[in-house]
């Protein structure tokens, strides 16, 4: 398909709705990215979420940066956005008191960390704290509603942000569907959790936007059953011919809501 994926069409063909952009902890105006490859910051060690960090700067795409943590491997990248709560400037964790720590996996031996942090300081260009940008303000309390359409982080492939659907909504936590992948990405976060945007976000940012996989079955278990199909899945296996066919007014009576999508595939 060489359209590019408009999420106008997008949202009529599904008879959907964008969530409202109050219900995200993003701000309105997206923040400009002034970083660039290279600069180190400090970061939260994802893997241990007591330890500062010294991270670089790996790459960037719109508001986002991939960070890797001095002293660790090529493995364990992640992505911050440019307004997160846990990044900061060089200093900012000893200025609180703290101490910078090695980042889990540590290449080294642990007794030759402080020597590694000199070094990997020494002669480094550092993030300046204009780079940093204020956290956005949390929604009061979870507003979405399911059904609602989104972009999310694919956190199999963090590099994606994708066309999403919210599935359920449960107390403070949404289950995050990614339309036409069969439930395979999916996943429970908090309605303030800063890896879900406003329909339109990754536009706004010059992000790319993966747009809906091809397939089309619902994850078993979904809540969300009367999605409009453009495409509607294959029949499941106990449809498909079996030697008594089933008169064309029976099977114009199946309804896609009826069917046990995505149950085997
Ligand atoms: N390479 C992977 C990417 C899937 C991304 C899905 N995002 C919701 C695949 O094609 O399976």
Not at 49 to 63: D, E, N, R, Y
Not at 131 to 148: D, H, T, V
Not at 157 to 169: E, F, K, R, S, W
Not at 176 to 205: N, Q
Request: hydrophobic share 35%; net charge positive.
């Amino acid at each position: 398909n060489l359209c590019p994926f408009a999420w106008e069409d997008y949202l009529a063909e599904t008879r959907s709705v964008a969530a409202p952009p109050v219900c995200f902890k993003q701000h309105a105006v997206p923040p400009t990215n002034e970083f660039h490859c290279g600069v180190k910051l400090e970061a939260q060690d994802p893997r241990n979420l007591t330890s500062t960090c010294i991270a670089t700067v790996v790459a960037i795409i719109g508001p986002r940066l991939r960070l890797r943590l001095d002293g660790s491997d090529n493995k364990n990248d992640f992505w911050r956005l440019v307004d997160s709560n846990d990044i900061h400037p060089i200093g900012h964790c000893e200025s609180n008191g703290g101490m910078l720590q090695p980042p889990l996996g540590f290449r080294m031996n642990a007794s030759s960390w402080r020597t590694f942090l000199l070094k990997t300081l020494s002669g480094a260009e550092t993030a300046p704290s204009r780079y940093f940008k204020k956290e956005p303000s949390s929604p009061r309390y979870n507003m979405f509603r399911i059904g609602q359409k989104l972009e999310a982080v694919d956190r199999k492939n963090p590099h994606l942000i994708c066309a999403a659907t919210v599935g359920a909504v449960n107390n403070d936590s949404i289950f995050v569907t990614f339309d036409g992948w069969k439930g395979a990405f999916d996943y429970w976060c908090r309605y303030d959790s800063r890896d879900i945007f406003p329909v339109g976000f990754c536009a706004m940012v010059g992000h790319p936007l993966q747009p809906p996989g091809q397939k089309f079955a619902l994850a078993s278990g979904s809540r969300f059953k009367s999605r409009v199909l453009s495409v509607p899945p294959p029949p499941p296996l106990q449809f498909i011919s079996t030697g008594v066919e089933k008169m064309p007014s029976e099977v114009g009576k199946l309804s896609i809501s009826s069917l046990d999508l995505g149950a085997k595939t």
